[in-house]
C-alpha cells in the first residue's frame, strides 16, 4: 500500500490541510494562474474607452483586491495611479477604492512615501473619495483582538508607533489641505470607536490614537473630547460599583486561599529550619489587573486621560520619553478646562449614579487651584440659574458639596466662601417662602432640600479642619445654623440618616445647633405614621448621589489618591454623634412597645452605659448599609 502510494501520489491528494494552509494554496493558486496576463491600469483604462472593453478593467480591480503585492509591484502599481489621479473619476470608483484600501503601513519608507503622495493628490483631484479614503485611516488606530502583544497597556510598541505615525502624517497632511475632511473625521472618529465589550487593549489603544489627533489638531478638541467622554461613560455604567467590589473581593479571597496554601506547604518544607523569616503576601503582590473585564477596560482607558491631562499641568516637567511635546501654560490648561465643562455639562452632569468617569474634572482640577475654582463657580451658576431643571441643579450641588468635601488641593478659604453662599441662598429662600407660605414638600423644594444636605455633609465631613482653631467656631456660628435646621421646611427629615447624625453630632459638640430633639421628632412622626395606619408609607427622602465616592479602579487610582481626601471624624464628634443616635434608638424602642407617639416625649437623655452601648452598636449597623453609591463616606 506505502509502495502504491509512493508512486501514485495518493497520499498527498488525502491529506488534511489547515484552514489557513489552504487559504495561503487558494491566494497562491489565483495569482499566479488568474493574473499573470494582467498587464496595467493604463492599458485597462483604453481598452474600456476606445473598445467599450471593461474585461481588463475588472480584472485589474480584482487583482488589486485579492493579490499580495510585493515591494516593487507596490511601488510600480501606486506610480501609475498617481500618474492618472485625474482620470479616476467616481466612474471608476472600483479601482480607485480598491487602490485606497491597499495594506501599505508595514512597507519601506519609499514605499510609504509614494502611497502618500497618491492618496492625497487623489483626493485633491478627486473629492467625491474622501469619506471612503478617511474611513480606511481611521479603522487603521484599530488594533486587532488577538494583538495584545503590540498593544501593551492600550500603548503601541515601538514598531506599531512607526506604523501609526505614517497614518497620522497623512491625516495630518489631509487636513492642512483640505479644510472638508475636518467633518469627516469627527463623524468617522466617533462612526469607528470600538465596542465597550471588546478586549481592553481594543478600546485603549482606539484612544491613544483619538488623544494622538488631538495634539497635532487642537481645533478638533472640543468635539473629541466629549465623544471620549460619552463612551467612557458606556464603560463607566457597564461596570457598577457594586459589580467590582464583588468580583475584587472574590479575587482576593482566592489569593488569600492560594496564599494560605503556599504557606501551609512552606512551614512543612520548613520545619527544621531555626530561623524563618516571612512576608505577607500584600507586601510581596504586585497590583493586579481589575478582575471586572469592562472595570479593567475603564481602568486602562481612564489611565490614557490622565496621561494626556498631564501636559497641561504648569507644574510638571515632562520626561525625556514623550518626545517633543511642551508642556503648556495656565492660559492652555484654562482652555483646556472650558472643553472638559462642555463635556461635563452635555455628558455627565445629566447621567444618573456615575461612578468614575467624573473623576476627569476632578483630576484635572487638582493641577492648579484656580482650575478647582473655576469648576466649582461653573457649578455654582449652574444651581442659582433657575432656568435650569430642577435635577440638574440639584446634582450640581451634589458635584460642589463632594468636591468641597474631598479635595485636598483646594484651599480652606474656598470652602469657607461656597459654604457661606450655600447658606446665605438657604436662609433667603427661607425669607422668601415664608412670605408667601410655600409648599412645604420635597418635590416643590428640590433644590432647597438638596442645599441643606450639601451644608451639613461638608461641616460634618470637614469638621476637623472647620473647627481646628477659634476663627473657625466663629465663621461657623456665622452661618446661623440653628436658623436651618429648625424653619419650617425641617430639612434634617428628607436628609440621609448618616449626614444627619453626623451633623447633629458636630453642631451638638460645639454648640452651633441643637438637632437632637429634631431627629427624634421626625422619628416618632415616621413611626406614628406606619402604626396608626397599620402599613408603611413612602417615606420622603432625598435621591442623593456623593460623585466624587472613593475610586475603585487600580492602575489609574494612583493618580487619584495623592489629591484625595478621606474621612477623619473629629475628636469632640464622638461622644456627641453616639448621644444622637441613642436618642432616636430609644425613641423608636419606646414607640414600638407603647404604641402611642405623644408619650414619647418624655424620653430620657441620660441612659445607663449597657444600653447605651447596644443602641450605639444597632445605630453602627444600621449605617453600614448604606453602600458607597448612596452614602457619604463618613464610615471611611
Not at 488525502?14 to 496576463?37: G, H, M, Q
Not at 504586585?286 to 491631562?309: Q, S
Not at 504648569?314 to 472650558?338: C, R, V
Request: glycine residues 2%.
Amino acid at each position: 500500500m506505502s509502495v502504491y502510494s509512493a508512486k501514485t501520489g495518493l497520499s498527498s491528494i488525502l491529506k488534511s490541510y489547515a484552514p489557513t494552509e489552504r487559504e495561503k494554496t487558494k491566494a497562491a493558486i489565483i495569482n499566479k494562474v488568474r493574473f499573470r496576463d494582467v498587464r496595467s491600469l493604463k492599458d485597462a483604462m483604453t481598452s474600456m474607452r476606445e473598445q467599450n472593453n471593461f474585461m481588463l478593467l475588472n480584472e485589474y480591480a480584482v487583482y488589486l483586491k485579492e493579490s499580495t503585492l510585493n515591494e516593487a509591484d507596490f511601488i510600480r502599481v501606486i506610480s501609475e495611479a498617481h500618474s492618472m489621479v485625474h482620470l479616476l473619476t467616481p466612474k471608476f470608483a472600483t479601482i480607485a477604492e480598491n487602490l485606497l484600501s491597499l495594506p501599505w503601513t508595514n512597507r519601506s519608507s519609499e514605499a510609504i512615501q509614494k502611497y502618500q503622495d497618491f492618496f492625497v493628490d487623489l483626493l485633491v483631484a478627486q473629492i467625491k473619495y474622501v469619506q471612503f479614503a478617511i474611513s480606511k485611516l481611521i479603522v487603521l488606530w484599530i488594533p486587532t483582538d488577538n494583538d495584545t502583544a503590540r498593544w501593551p497597556n492600550g500603548t503601541p510598541t515601538e514598531e506599531k508607533k512607526a506604523e501609526l505615525q505614517a497614518v497620522h502624517k497623512l491625516l495630518a497632511r489631509i487636513l492642512s489641505i483640505i479644510p472638508i475632511t475636518f467633518d469627516v473625521i469627527l463623524e468617522y472618529v466617533e462612526f469607528s470607536f470600538p465596542y465597550y465589550k471588546k478586549p481592553a487593549h481594543v478600546v485603549a489603544g482606539y484612544i491613544h490614537n483619538v488623544l494622538w489627533l488631538m495634539e497635532y489638531q487642537p481645533a478638533l478638541t472640543e468635539h473629541l473630547i466629549q465623544v471620549l467622554v460619552q463612551k467612557l461613560l458606556i464603560l463607566d455604567v457597564n461596570a457598577p460599583r457594586s459589580e467590582i467590589e464583588e468580583a475584587e473581593f472574590e479575587e482576593e479571597n482566592e489569593d488569600d486561599m492560594d496564599d494560605d496554601e503556599d504557606n501551609d506547604e512552606e512551614m512543612f518544607k520548613m520545619e527544621d529550619a531555626t530561623i524563618t523569616t516571612t512576608t505577607t503576601p500584600q507586601e510581596t503582590r504586585e497590583i493586579l489587573p481589575m478582575t471586572h473585564p469592562i472595570a479593567h477596560t475603564l481602568d486602562m482607558c481612564m489611565e490614557k486621560m490622565y496621561a494626556f491631562f498631564d501636559q497641561f499641568n504648569p507644574k510638571k516637567e515632562l520626561i525625556a520619553n514623550e518626545g517633543d511635546k511642551i508642556p503648556k501654560t495656565l492660559s492652555h490648561a484654562l482652555e483646556f478646562l472650558k472643553c472638559l465643562e462642555e463635556a461635563f455639562n452635555n455628558v455627565i452632569l445629566p447621567s444618573h449614579n456615575t461612578h468614575h468617569v467624573q473623576f476627569l474634572v476632578f483630576y484635572f482640577c487638582s493641577f492648579k487651584n484656580i482650575l478647582g475654582e473655576k469648576f466649582l463657580e461653573f457649578l455654582w451658576n449652574k444651581m442659582k440659574d433657575p432656568n435650569e431643571s430642577a435635577i440638574i441643579r440639584q446634582a450640581s450641588v451634589g458635584y460642589i458639596a463632594s468636591f468641597l468635601a474631598r479635595s485636598k488641593t483646594l484651599p480652606l478659604e474656598v470652602l469657607k466662601n461656597y459654604l457661606k453662599d450655600l447658606c446665605e441662598w438657604a436662609h433667603q429662600y427661607i425669607q422668601r417662602c415664608d412670605q408667601y407660605r410655600a409648599n412645604g414638600t420635597l418635590k416643590a423644594n428640590l433644590v432647597f432640600f438638596s442645599v441643606c444636605q450639601a451644608i451639613f455633609y461638608v461641616i460634618a465631613f470637614r469638621s476637623r479642619d472647620l473647627t481646628a482653631d477659634k476663627k473657625g467656631l466663629l465663621f461657623l456660628q456665622s452661618l446661623q445654623l440653628s436658623a436651618l435646621v429648625t424653619c419650617n421646611f425641617n430639612p434634617l427629615r428628607v436628609c440621609l440618616p448618616a449626614v444627619a447624625t453626623a451633623f447633629a453630632g458636630v453642631t451638638r459638640a460645639y454648640q452651633l445647633a441643637y438637632c437632637h430633639a429634631i431627629l427624634e421628632r421626625n422619628a416618632r412622626r415616621k413611626l406614628a405614621t406606619v402604626y396608626a395606619n397599620e402599613k408603611s408609607t413612602p417615606e420622603e427622602a432625598l435621591d442623593t448621589f456623593f460623585p466624587f465616592d472613593p475610586y475603585l479602579l487600580k492602575m489609574s487610582g494612583k493618580r487619584i489618591q495623592p489629591n484625595y481626601l478621606q474621612y477623619q471624624p473629629n475628636e469632640c464628634e464622638d461622644d456627641s454623634c453616639s448621644a444622637v443616635t441613642n436618642v432616636s434608638a430609644a425613641a423608636t424602642d419606646r414607640l414600638r412597645k407603647r404604641g402611642d407617639s405623644e408619650m414619647a416625649d418624655d424620653i430620657d437623655d441620660f441612659l445607663i452605659a449597657d444600653k447605651r452601648q447596644k443602641l450605639s452598636e444597632l445605630a453602627r449597623s444600621h449605617e453600614a448599609q448604606f453602600t458607597y453609591g448612596l452614602s457619604p463616606g463618613f464610615h471611611t
